[in-house]
């Protein structure tokens, strides 16, 4: 197996190996939605064609692979020359576990299950080690959102006044525009899994949201209520930047 060259591209490469064809596609279909270029492969051996076609930024790989387990698979493209940045996934969280990853040539290691928040956190940190990050800036309207200061801008330059859960909420939904989120979703994303909210909490934020965007018809944008569901946002002009 032969690294190669990337083509030209604004967003981090990931390869995704893991033979639970739920699980994978979930992630597959979680990570597109952060901006990333995804492919994803159920074994060791189908992974194998795309990563000699092309390199990838992050490779998350899961321990318990049919054929070919997990830390074989790591040891044996890191004696081939694969520099990419592994991530592991498995439902063991015993030391040896951990170190056998480490020894293997993994960056980091996650159990399962895990929670989305913290995947898309530590996936984050491992494409920036690798030299990229996905978008940090979105427009929507006369608005800038910019990830990386956690600031969302006015075309004059000014700040809206967010807490953090109304920045996370808003971004949540930048992510996903155009596609229905509901409220239990949104609840899982921004305010965890772990914490009791009540559902109705999220009509709460969008409605406070709204208000210090000083939304109006006109606005580029809009925050579509989906009755008995959630929400689904839409941007109107603008886009990724």
């Known amino acids: 197996m032969t690294t190669q060259t990337p083509p030209p591209s604004t967003r ?12 994978r596609l979930g ?12 492919t994803d492969a159920p074994s060791a051996k189908d992974a194998a064609p795309h990563l000699q076609s ?13 054929g070919e387990d997990g830390y074989s698979f ?13 991530l592991m996934l498995t439902a063991r969280s015993l030391e040896d576990d951990l170190v056998r990853g480490f020894e293997a040539g993994a960056q980091d290691y996650l ?22 990050a996905p978008p940090q800036v979105v427009t929507f309207g006369t608005f800038t959102l910019d990830l990386g200061r956690r600031a969302v801008l006015r075309a004059d330059g000014g700040e809206v006044d967010l807490t953090r859960t109304e920045f996370d909420l808003l971004a949540f939904l930048l992510r996903h525009r155009d596609r229905a989120l509901p409220r239990g979703e949104i609840l899982d994303a921004v305010w965890g899994r772990d914490v009791v909210v009540d559902p109705r909490t999220v009509d709460n934020f969008v409605s406070n949201l709204k208000k210090k965007l000083g939304w109006t018809s006109t606005s580029g944008f809009t925050i579509h209520t989906l009755r008995g569901v959630g929400y689904r946002m839409e ?3 603008g886009g990724p930047s």
């Open 12 to 23: 981090p490469t990931i390869l995704i190996v893991e033979d639970d064809a739920n699980l």
């Open 27 to 38: 992630l597959r279909d979680n990570l597109r939605d952060e901006g990333y270029d995804v």
């Open 54 to 66: 092309r390199v990838f930024d992050l490779l998350i790989l899961d321990v318990m692979l049919p």
């Open 74 to 86: 790591c040891r044996r493209l890191r004696s081939e020359g694969v520099k990419s940045m592994v």
């Open 111 to 132: 159990t399962k299950p895990y929670r989305l928040r913290e995947l898309l956190a530590r996936v984050q940190a491992l494409v920036r080690r690798a030299g990229t």
């Open 235 to 237: 941007v109107l002009s």
